[in-house]
């Protein structure tokens, strides 16, 4: 594991939206970090780092700086960037990307697995709270109380994966998407009955939309409602709203949710196990879980654990810059 006197582990940022200026962010509160670089396929002149001083440098220029470069954190949307940019930049470096479409992460995987195994580099895909911390609850929670069910919650809060999939509908200048838990979804749950419920039953999502010009309503609403993987399996709710009032009262980011286990160990005992986030700001929340796993990543290499892994394969401990004997000291 690292060490306090250690050299820096060097972090390269790719992309710099909400979740790439987390990262640049996260990383100042982590003194065994360095960023070294911010990739962007926009003009670098164009681009404000959110700490001063911060290299910014063309995605065309990284093939030349990988050998600078320890870790890259991946920024990019799940829809339309991470699938093309997770295989080709584990090709060339260690990763770390934040992937969230659930039903597409086993062909991602396959694919960062490849590439990265060919290429003697070490991969760690979906990292974030869910997919990510939430993953490791959901598997904790079924491997303690076998004899149970799980169920997990979203929200009330905007989802950056969400909202990024609405911007990209023709006809959008902008938006913003709230996923809403059903609360009485979750009291049946935390009643320890396990119901059974459908996607549709647990959560509602509220979408707020500025029109681009000259585009059609109706035409854009049931792109969303529609569409595949995000919206169609929910109540869906558009809203249309002006550019001012998207920018007063939807610029925050909070998200959060809930996951939680109940089950029997005997016809007498019934447990219930709930883990809850509650975040102030979804992007920077996520830009810090990527950050320590971009520590994990950058350890599992200096192992030769070469190819793509989950949050699920990493222990807790290499997530930590302490060493493994401060950490048994203290927190055991």
């Known amino acids: 594991m690292t060490s306090p006197s250690a050299a820096p582990i060097r972090i390269g940022i790719v992309g710099h ?9 996260a990383i100042t509160h982590n003194p065994d970090l360095r960023t070294v670089g911010i990739f962007t396929r926009r003009d670098p002149a164009a681009v404000q780092p959110r700490i001063a001083g911060t290299p910014v440098h063309r995605m065309d220029d990284l ?53 990265a195994r060919a290429a003697g580099t070490t991969a760690l895909i979906s990292a974030g709270w869910d997919p990510g911390l939430f993953s490791i609850q959901r598997v904790m929670g079924e491997a303690l109380l076998p004899d149970g069910a799980s169920y997990t919650f979203w929200g009330k809060g905007v989802s950056q994966g969400h909202s990024d999939a609405l911007r990209r509908v023709p006809g959008v200048a902008g938006a913003v998407q709230y996923t809403v838990p059903v609360e009485a979804a979750m009291q049946q749950v935390r009643s320890g009955t396990r119901p ?19 585009a059609d309503r109706e035409t854009v609403r049931q792109a969303i409602v529609t569409m595949p993987d995000y919206f169609a399996d929910y109540e869906t709710t558009v809203r249309f ?7 007063r009262d939807h610029a925050a980011m909070p998200h959060g949710g809930f996951v939680i286990r109940s089950g029997d160990t005997s016809d ?28 994990a990543v950058y350890r599992l290499h200096q192992m030769g654990r070469h190819g793509a892994h989950t949050v699920l394969d990493v222990a807790p401990g290499l997530l930590s810059p302490r060493s493994a004997e401060e950490l048994r000291r203290d927190y055991l």
């Open 241 to 247: 709203i002006g550019a001012e009032e998207l920018a």
């Open 63 to 115: 093939a030349a700086r990988a050998d600078q470069v320890d870790v890259l954190v991946l920024c990019g949307g799940s829809k339309d960037d991470l699938p093309l940019q997770s295989p080709a930049l584990a090709a060339r470096c260690n990763i770390v990307d934040s992937f969230d479409t659930h039903a597409h992460v086993p062909e991602h995987f396959a694919a960062v697995d490849a590439a």
């Open 268 to 295: 007498a005992a019934r447990h219930v196990i709930e883990y809850r986030l509650q975040l102030g700001s979804n992007p920077e929340f996520t830009a810090s879980v990527l950050v320590a796993y971009a520590r």
């Open 17 to 25: 939206g909400n979740l790439g200026r987390g990262v640049e962010l």
């Open 196 to 214: 059974e419920l459908t996607t549709r039953q647990k959560h509602t999502r509220e979408c707020f939309v500025v029109l681009a010009p000259g």
